[in-house]
């Protein structure tokens, strides 16, 4: 089946300081990507959706200055955390549906934590 | 998207069939059935997925009543590896990528030797 890599699997980091969590399609090309987040014992919260080429969309509750997305390339979409805080420690995770096929994909997951 | 509904936990004898049911009732004509499951600190796994037939892959099968407002997913020889939160998501198919997915609480599934 079609892979999604997400790059770093684990990361720490001070408060204050931002952090890039990358997202790949490795065998298929994603015009739209998805960035969850899951705080512990809790189901996955929808973040955003990444679009290719354009703004991503922010649901509601999250600040779009604070998770910028960038989508440049039809396999790529990083998500930053930007001026982190402990409260955003949390489990990431970036998902895409291929275009021919209707089942998505889910990479393995960012764990962040904030010191 | 339709809401769903699922039993919070379930336990499982190993090498038993694990069967795990989800309410739709308010699916519409055009929304299918997807199950997936995330093993602990890893993201989710794609199981299967079907309109209104019944389905059946290396996995699961996964069986959806006529009036498609129930489903349930069969995992055949449960082992202790299934040991997963299983989440039955109802969305818009054809393929169209901007149709997200969005995740209930899903059930625990503890299969136990």
């Known amino acids: 089946g079609a892979v999604v890599s997400q790059h770093p699997s684990r990361v720490i980091c001070k408060s204050g300081t931002s952090v890039k969590i990358e997202c790949r399609s490795l065998d298929f090309q994603a015009t739209t990507m998805f960035w969850y987040r899951q705080f512990p014992k809790q189901s996955l919260m929808l973040m955003a959706t990444s679009n290719e080429g354009s703004k991503a969309t922010y649901e509601q509750g999250v600040e779009k200055d604070k998770f910028l997305i960038n989508h440049a390339s039809l396999t790529l979409s990083t998500l930053t955390v930007t001026s982190a805080h402990p409260e955003d420690s949390s489990f990431y995770i970036c998902s895409a549906f291929t275009l021919l096929n209707t089942e998505a994909f889910f990479g393995q997951g960012t764990r962040l934590t904030v010191v | 998207d339709a809401k769903t509904t699922q039993p919070t936990s379930m336990d499982c004898a190993e090498g038993r069939a694990a069967n795990l049911p989800c309410n739709h009732s308010?699916?519409?004509?055009?929304?299918?059935v997807y199950w997936y499951r995330q093993i602990h600190s890893q993201g989710p796994q794609y199981i299967i997925h079907g309109l209104k037939n019944n389905e059946t892959n290396e996995m699961a099968s996964l069986i959806i009543t006529e009036d498609r407002k129930s489903s349930t997913l069969i995992l055949p020889h449960a082992t202790l590896r299934d040991t997963a939160v299983y989440y039955c998501i109802v969305r818009v198919g054809g393929g169209n990528a901007g149709n997200m997915l969005t995740f209930g609480g899903g059930t625990r599934l503890m299969v136990k030797p």
């Open positions: 308010t699916i519409s004509g055009n929304e299918y």
